[in-house]
């Protein structure tokens, strides 16, 4: 028996010590558990810190590196501005021939490489009837010099080459019972300066404006000294006698004034273009062949001048039109007129424009390499765009007006591009839409830019 309570005794002392070694293993496995759970979360802690930072650091350098290149950018870009200048100045004095040359290759390239939009038409002529004077174009020291003055009864002068045509002008007028004379003609660059001055200095003191301010408002009535075409000789404003009827005055000139070579300068439609306030009692004097066009085409100075400027206004004109004239839509079924698609209405405008394309078929698949041949630039820059380009992207094509907006034919009255109604249903078939920056950029990916052949 004595033996057998020993084995009973051994046999639960073993399975006590069983227990215990369980017990303990259990215990050490939860402390290292917990003790490892303490160490990896400090472990994972500590990489998200250092994975936050190196985030953190890499965004600022990232950030960087995009401002370095723009600021590259802009330093090239006005560098770039100055050696045009300078070669447009080289070309200037080396002669007419070279002049066109040059300044039609840096135009093109200053249209390539920046975002300048310059509306100004660039004269392909010599024609001193024809000559521009406004903010962009200073009158030449040697036309002063070469401007010979006749002066009028009430001292005034003009250009002496214009006075026949001034005097059947206001001869003309006589006739047809309205009395009228030209209250300022040729002025002097220190006369438009002096005038300049007075007009900013005016408004500084009762608009209680700042200098810079004045200044753009009223370039917008008048240029610097230099920059005013009252100084060639060709302007003048015209106002009725004290007794006669202003608005009896400005609709017979309105009808009569371009038989003699006159057009009115700066009109409302032409803003958009010449960049001053509507004017009606200014006139220029541009030769009754070119005053005869530009009153039957309804186009400015600055059109007449410029055959690119002239196609891309009138393509503006025909889609505004259009867009604006209900009774073209969005259709691809009748595509080529009276509705229209995205390409269909760019091709109709280009084609009234009478800029010489070969585009078929005229869809946005070949627009590109369809345009480039025949007088575009592509532009894979949204951000360049300005007046007259036109806006392209994989599926839709449409004209830009500049200041974000653009005319569009955008898809039918269900929001479609087949079997819908004739004409514009909603008004949004074909439209001129305005966008944000950024919208604008998403909604379209490149730009063609005519600049001629
Ligand atoms: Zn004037």
């Not at 920059?227 to 202003?246: F, K, N, R, S």
């Amino acid at each position: 028996m004595k033996n057998e309570d020993f084995n009973w005794i051994t046999i639960i002392g073993i399975l006590i010590a069983i227990v215990l070694v369980v017990l303990i293993f259990r215990v050490i496995f939860f402390i290292f558990g917990f003790l490892w759970k303490i160490i990896s979360g400090f472990f994972m802690l500590l990489w998200k810190g250092i994975a936050l930072f190196f985030g953190f650091l890499w965004k600022i350098i990232s950030g960087f590196f995009p401002f370095i290149f723009n600021v590259i950018k802009w330093i090239g870009l006005f560098l770039w501005g100055l050696f045009v200048k300078f070669l447009k100045w080289l070309a200037h004095a080396a002669g007419e021939g070279i002049k066109l040359g040059l300044a039609k290759i840096g135009a093109a390239i200053i249209a390539s490489l920046t975002s300048m939009c310059s509306v100004s038409g660039t004269p392909v002529t010599n024609d001193w009837r024809l000559v521009l004077v406004d903010i962009d174009h200073p009158l030449q020291e040697e036309y002063v010099e070469s401007i010979e003055l006749a002066t009028l009864e009430n001292n005034e002068q003009v250009d002496a080459r214009i006075l026949d045509d001034l005097n059947g002008l206001l001869e003309d007028a006589v006739e047809d019972g309205v009395d009228l004379y030209v209250s300022s003609g040729f002025r002097t660059s220190e006369k438009q300066a002096a005038l300049f001055e007075r007009k900013v200095t005016m408004l500084m003191n009762t608009k209680d404006m700042t200098r810079q301010a004045a200044e753009e408002q009223v370039e917008k009535i008048l240029g610097k000294a230099s920059y005013d075409e009252h100084e060639t000789g060709l302007a003048i404003d015209i106002v009725p006698q004290a007794e006669q009827d202003m608005q009896a005055m400005l609709a017979w000139l309105q009808d009569n004034a371009w038989k003699h070579g006159f057009i009115q300068r700066y009109t409302e439609w032409g803003q958009v273009i010449t960049g001053m306030e509507p004017n009606p009692t200014h006139f220029r004097y541009v030769g009754k062949e070119a005053a005869k066009e530009m009153q039957n085409e309804q186009i400015t100075l600055e059109e007449y001048i410029d055959p690119v400027l002239r196609a891309t206004e009138k393509m503006i004109r025909c889609a505004t039109e259009i867009a604006l004239d209900d009774s073209h839509g969005y259709d691809q079924g009748e595509r080529d007129g009276p509705d229209y698609d995205c390409s269909s209405l760019v091709y109709v405008c280009l084609k009234r424009a009478h800029v010489e394309i070969q585009w078929e078929p005229h869809t946005t698949h070949n627009e590109i390499e369809s345009l480039e041949k025949c007088g575009f630039i592509y532009i894979d820059d949204i951000s360049q765009a300005c007046r007259g380009d036109i806006l392209i992207t994989d599926e839709h094509t449409g004209i830009y007006l500049g200041d974000l907006t653009t005319i569009e034919a955008s898809g039918n009255e269900n929001g479609k591009s087949h079997y819908g109604k004739t004409g514009d249903q909603t008004g949004k078939e074909i439209a001129i839409v305005t966008y944000t920056a950024d919208k604008l950029s998403k909604r379209f990916s490149g730009i063609l830019r005519y600049v001629g052949k």
